[in-house]
């Protein structure tokens, strides 16, 4: 009988076992492979971006600008148009509804209306272009349709009326509501609430008829339709055998808490500052002097105390008068909410009416009217300078360039040939107010805005679908 034979150590079918289980299956490898390799693929693969809605709009030259000349007040017929490009060319006019054209000539020109007129230019005429009506010791710088104008100061009595215009310079109908406020708080006035304005036409209101009061008003002129350009007469008519004064009385951008109001004369007056409160807060306002050496608090006159939409007055008469008034060259109202004011200065022949200016980091220009002239620049957030030119009305330089250094806290009085008739500032390194006074026959001020040399193209592109 054989004898079994004993096992081989480590066995052919243990060994065989072992090396099986060292070696992972196909299956295996794909089990793992597959899901690194999908993770990987995954982490190559980026989102796409998502599209921008909206593009920022692009600057581009002027190629048309309108302006808005309103009709004469007794003896003011002239108009005076500039274009500080000093080109020359043809501007398009309606004056009322009858279309004309006028001959400009190296940046300047002149004619007289007594109606309305509205100012197109276009081309190298645009750049820059200004307009202004005076005569018979009366001015106003004539102004570009606006979505919103704040007129301070005005009148609805018997003694101090007012009439606020509204001129349509498109062919289109155009809508405004008109808020007024009193010194109680804002007044309900139906007929100035959606005022329809035909295209090319012009609507006005007597506020004497439309809103008697005898509080000094506030108005708010928003454009809710369409352009306007808007602009109030101011009318006092003291009692007894004195003739009724006449003057137009300046807009305000916006409310500021902080604001200069430039221009305040020389001669002795009565003078009397307007301030509105427009807000749903009490306001309190702190009056400060402005001269060429520094801003200063005049003595006896405390901070003004407004409630909320609500005008109020200050007699300015006792402060500005003698030597104090000779140094004073602009009136700085430091408050704690935004305000509005102006500035009534009344002889007994002559009315001159300021309003709080807007700052101006640029260019500013204006059509010089006829008489002496002079700028008040104040409100200087840092030191800076202002460089001005004037040109007569030959297009002839009369002021090649003058450089005025600007300090903070102090105003500089820049006086301009009687002759010129087209002036252009650059302020540079700073910002500031700037104003100017005209005399002729009586004071008129006229605050200068910023001016637009560049227009923004919208960015109109196909819709993402």
């Not at 339709?225 to 004064?245: E, I, M, N, Q, W």
């Not at 104003?435 to 919208?458: F, I, K, M, N, Y």
Request: some cysteine; overall charge negative.
């Amino acid at each position: 009988m054989p004898e079994p034979t004993a096992p081989t150590p480590g066995g052919g079918r243990r060994r065989a076992a072992e090396t099986t289980s060292r070696r992972p299956s196909p299956l295996t490898i794909l089990a793992v492979a597959i899901p690194l390799l999908t993770v990987a693929a995954l982490a190559l693969v980026r989102p796409a971006a998502e599209p921008q809605a909206s593009h920022a709009p692009t600057d581009a030259p002027l190629d048309r600008v309108t302006t808005v000349c309103p009709a004469r007040l007794p003896g003011a017929d002239e108009v005076r148009f500039g274009s500080t490009g000093l080109a020359s060319g043809d501007l398009a006019l309606r004056v009322g509804r009858r279309e004309v054209t006028q001959p400009v000539t190296d940046g300047v020109a002149a004619r007289e209306e007594r109606r309305y007129v509205v100012v197109n230019g276009t081309g190298e005429l645009a750049e820059g272009l200004v307009a202004s009506r005076s005569g018979g010791g009366s001015a106003t710088d004539c102004d570009q349709p606006a979505p919103e104008r704040w007129f301070t100061g005005v009148g609805a009595s018997a003694e101090h009326t007012s009439t606020l215009t509204l001129i349509n310079p498109d062919r289109g109908p155009a809508v405004a509501d008109v808020t007024v406020w009193d010194g109680s708080g804002q007044v309900d006035v139906p007929a100035l609430r959606g005022v329809r304005v035909p295209g090319g036409r012009s609507t006005s209101f007597d506020l004497a008829k439309v809103v008697p009061n005898r509080d000094a008003l506030a108005l708010r002129v928003v454009v809710t339709r369409g352009r306007l350009a808007s602009s109030v007469v101011d009318v006092v008519d003291p009692v007894g055998r004195a003739r009724p004064l006449r003057e137009w009385l300046p807009s305000q951008a916006e409310p500021a808490a902080t604001s200069y109001v430039a221009g305040v004369g020389t001669s002795r007056a009565d003078r009397l500052l307007t301030l509105a409160n427009p807000g749903d807060s009490e306001v309190r306002v702190a009056l400060e002097l402005v001269s060429e050496e520094s801003e200063f608090a005049p003595e006896g006159v405390d901070e003004v105390t407004l409630a909320p939409a609500t005008v109020t007055e200050v007699d300015l008469t006792g402060v500005l008068r003698g030597r104090l008034l000779q140094g004073v060259q602009a009136l700085r109202l430091e408050a704690t909410g935004p305000v509005t004011a102006s500035l009534r200065t009344r002889t007994a022949g002559d009315l001159a009416l300021a309003a709080a200016g807007s700052a101006i980091d640029g260019d500013a220009a204006v059509a010089l009217p006829a008489g002496a002239k002079r700028f008040v620049v104040t409100g200087a957030t840092a030191p800076g300078l202002v460089t001005l030119r004037a040109w007569d009305e030959d297009g002839t330089a009369v002021v090649r360039e003058r450089r005025v250094e600007l300090d903070p806290a102090t105003a500089a009085r820049i006086k301009v040939p009687d002759d010129a008739a087209l002036a252009l500032l650059s302020v540079e390194r700073t910002s500031a107010v700037v104003s100017v006074e005209v005399d002729d026959r009586g004071l008129s001020v006229l605050p200068l805005p910023q001016l637009d040399t560049t227009s923004q193209v919208p960015d109109v592109r196909p819709a993402q679908r």
